[in-house]
């Protein structure tokens, strides 16, 4: 407790003393020139805080300033990055733009090149259609398809005129076992297929062509004991067959496949087929049979010739015979019907359905 007591002691004489020490003693002589000093000091010490408030105000205000640079750059930064990428879109964009101006191009140009191709078409469509109608009314028209079917109606009546005087210049009739009716029966009733729809096919033995009977015996066997009255009566049954086909096809216009050289009773048959068959070294020069080349010919009698000979002539006949019938819509009968398929063809063609074909 006493040297606290002396601390404190201590401690307020250290005070007194400094306190006397900034007490100062001024003489009256000075009082005024020290009042003057101390006004003059006063206003300096208010002045200096005027202009130290001045100059904090002016820092503030430039700090102030400052800090809102700052922000301001900062934003100014942000904006020039969204800028930037902006840009970049922009860029992308463009890019983008200009293909796609490329290909809208590229389409206007085809799709300008098929509006001139669709208005040639439309040109040439309309160019076709007053064509069409020009040929619809010519068709129409007098010398049109009524005109011409008239024509082709005249035409087969014709034909049919034609034929009719071949069938009685060559009569193809029934004798055997047949009456003249039912032979006609026979083949009025038959169809589009070449076989009767009332009766049997005729035997062939049982028809003849102007009397005369086409027997096929003397054809398969050929001996010294053989009735030559019988050949002879074949050979010009075969001649007539040769000649009514051959006057058919004339009038109905029609080329035969295997041509007739007509002798009456010593017809030969023309067959154009190469008789040998051509080496490897033929086909370099030829391929088919040429129209020029020489045709080898096949006997319709029996009388000197070979018997195979005869009997693939009488093929061949029967083949003409098979052409006419197919060109009117008909089935041969058979290849060894050769009387039965010229009857069935003039049946056919006399008939009122031959007219409207």
Not at 83 to 103: C, D, I, T
Not at 237 to 248: D, E, K, M, N, R
Not at 265 to 289: G, H, K, N
Request: hydrophobic content about 35%; some cysteine; proline content about 4%.
């Amino acid at each position: 407790m006493e040297s606290k007591k002396k601390v404190l002691e201590e401690h307020n004489n250290n005070n007194k003393s400094h306190e006397e020490e900034k007490i100062k003693i001024i003489d009256w002589e000075d009082y005024q020139h020290e009042v003057a000093r101390l006004s003059s000091l006063t206003s300096a010490v208010s002045e200096a805080n005027n202009n130290k408030a001045l100059v904090q105000h002016k820092l503030n205000s430039h700090l102030q300033s400052e800090a809102e640079s700052l922000s301001w750059s900062n934003q100014l930064d942000e904006m020039r990055e969204k800028l930037e990428a902006r840009k970049l879109v922009m860029g992308n964009m463009s890019m983008n733009l200009k293909v796609v101006q490329e290909k809208a191009k590229k389409q206007e140009d085809q799709l300008n090149s098929e509006i001139r191709s669709l208005l040639m078409a439309g040109t040439s469509l309309s160019v076709a259609s007053r064509s069409l109608q020009e040929e619809n009314n010519s068709l129409a028209g007098e010398r049109g398809y009524g005109q011409l079917k008239n024509v082709q109606k005249l035409l087969r009546m014709r034909q049919q005129f034609m034929v009719f005087q071949i069938s009685l210049l060559y009569p193809v009739k029934v004798v055997t076992g047949h009456t003249f009716e039912q032979e006609l029966d026979s083949f009025s009733t038959s169809n589009k297929s070449g076989k009767p729809s009332g009766l049997k096919p005729l035997d062939a033995g049982s028809l003849t062509i102007s009397g005369l009977h086409l027997t096929v015996l003397p054809f398969k066997k050929m001996s010294f004991f053989t009735d030559k009255k019988e050949v002879q009566s074949s050979a010009t049954a075969l001649g007539y067959v040769a000649h009514a086909v051959s006057l058919i096809a004339f009038y109905l216009e029609i080329p035969l496949r295997y041509p007739l050289r007509l002798g009456g009773s010593r017809t030969y048959i023309c067959d154009y087929a190469p008789s040998v068959e051509p080496t490897s070294s033929d086909f370099t020069s030829i391929s088919l049979p040429s129209l020029s080349s020489k045709p080898m010919e096949f006997p319709l009698f029996l009388e000197g010739q070979d018997t195979t000979r005869s009997a693939y002539a009488v093929f061949l006949l029967n083949k003409d015979l098979e052409q006419l019938l197919n060109y009117i819509g008909v089935e041969s009968l058979g290849p060894r019907h050769v009387l039965a398929n010229l009857k069935e063809l003039l049946n056919n063609i006399l008939s009122p359905e031959y007219i409207n074909l």
